[in-house]
């Protein structure tokens, strides 16, 4: 069966990434829904930190101590000392029983402010005699968060341990911090002059965090519990992600039987809530025209009718995109609208091309709409800690 991507528009084509993720699933449940289509859309991301610099494949495990001796592994432009640093802020976390998504939004503000780098600073006095990896100027500010002097002497700022309590203990104090987008929460702590600024390296703080605390980031906290790739709804990973709904997949991506299936079904009640994968701007929220242009999305979808029915696309950091097809309704949110994580952005229905109630889950990277910025979402939201459950009849291929 084939049948129809959303209709978009066709700016300047963005270059296909070499070594997409190549795991297929065979499925061999009933074919629900929809996928193929060739138009495409660049977009600006949300951040352009270099991706996957070494494998998001590991283990999560309950033990997720962190040492500081011995060599560590480099990632990217981030060598020694700057991992060194990083396992600072992890271990101070630790200490004060701050969870793992804290760990992630401290990381991430420290490569923003210092790219993990101890700074000293030309023009604050004796900055420069304390041993450090580098020097700045942006006023007074010192150290791997650039506090400034109202944060504690100089020494104490230039002292990786101090500098990550003293952030932890403001971040403490947000209201809600951990359900806040990344970048929101580091806001509230540093104050910035360029507020946007955190979000495009909350993938790779997560990688870190990932390596350094034995795969932290794709744990989730619930209650007192802190528990390994079980993100789903308004529960969110450390990473930043969750599952948008519960449930297994049944029809996987693109598959031998189904080669134009950009994404993955997952069968559910109609009304079930769906929750934005991760934050960011929501893209497009609309009725998609069937195969003869008329747009009715407001009544069940059958195989042979076409489009996505009530969808919505979502631009996170990194430059990915989430799309969410065969909503029973108009979606909850609008273009332009700023949606946090696990926020309920519409509900599980039948609109489209589809021949039962499911969601249609779709991810695409390099901000490309198209089939070309399409990649199996089982993979990626594993990689994450927001697991999507594969029925045990769908094989690995």
């Not at 599980?348 to 589809?354: A, E, L, R, T, Y």
Request: aromatic share 6%; net charge positive.
């Amino acid at each position: 069966m084939t049948s129809q991507m959303p209709t978009v528009d066709q700016p300047r084509r963005h270059r296909l990434r070499i070594g997409a993720l190549a795991t297929a699933l065979t499925a061999t449940f009933a074919l629900l829904c929809c996928g193929g289509g060739s138009a495409a859309f660049f977009l600006t991301g949300l951040g352009d930190e270099q991706q996957n610099l070494i494998s998001n494949e590991l283990d999560c495990k309950k033990d997720h101590q962190v040492t500081l001796n011995g060599t560590l592994p480099r990632m990217g432009r981030y060598g020694q000392s700057q991992m060194r640093n990083a396992a600072v802020i992890i271990k101070v976390g630790q200490e004060m029983k701050v969870p793992p998504r804290g760990w992630v939004i401290a990381i991430a503000t420290a490569m923003q402010e210092s790219g993990l780098r101890n700074l000293a600073n030309s023009t604050v006095v004796g900055s420069r005699d304390i041993p450090n990896e580098g020097v700045g100027r942006d006023h007074d500010s010192v150290g791997l968060f650039q506090q400034r002097a109202g944060w504690g002497s100089v020494a104490q700022r230039m002292t990786p341990e101090y500098a990550s309590r003293k952030f932890y203990e403001k971040l403490l104090k947000v209201d809600n911090w951990q359900q806040l987008p990344l970048t929101l929460a580091a806001q509230k702590v540093q104050i910035s002059a360029y507020p946007d600024a955190y979000a495009k390296h909350e993938e790779v703080a997560s990688q870190i965090v990932n390596v350094l605390a034995r795969g932290a980031a794709k744990t989730v906290q619930i209650g007192n519990r802190t528990l390994c790739d079980q993100a789903s709804g308004d529960n969110i990973a450390a990473s930043g992600w969750t599952a948008p709904i519960p449930g297994r997949v049944g029809s996987g991506f693109r598959t031998a039987s189904r080669p134009r299936h950009n994404g993955v079904d997952i069968a559910a009640r109609k009304g079930t809530p769906i929750h934005a994968a991760a934050a960011g701007r929501v893209l497009v929220a609309r009725c998609d025209p069937d195969h003869n242009g008329r747009r009715d999305c407001d009544v069940d979808g059958s195989p042979a009718k076409g489009g996505c029915g009530w969808f919505v696309d979502i631009l996170h950091a990194g430059r990915y995109v989430t799309r969410y097809c065969h909503m029973v309704e108009k979606p909850l949110v609008v273009p332009g609208q700023a949606v946090k994580a696990g926020e309920v952005i519409g509900r599980v229905g039948s609109s489209g091309n589809s021949s039962g109630p499911h969601l249609h889950f779709e991810v695409h990277r390099d901000g490309d709409r198209s089939s070309l910025g399409a990649i199996d979402p089982v993979p990626f939201m594993r990689q994450r800690g927001a697991t999507l459950t594969a029925s045990a009849r769908i094989v690995q291929q």
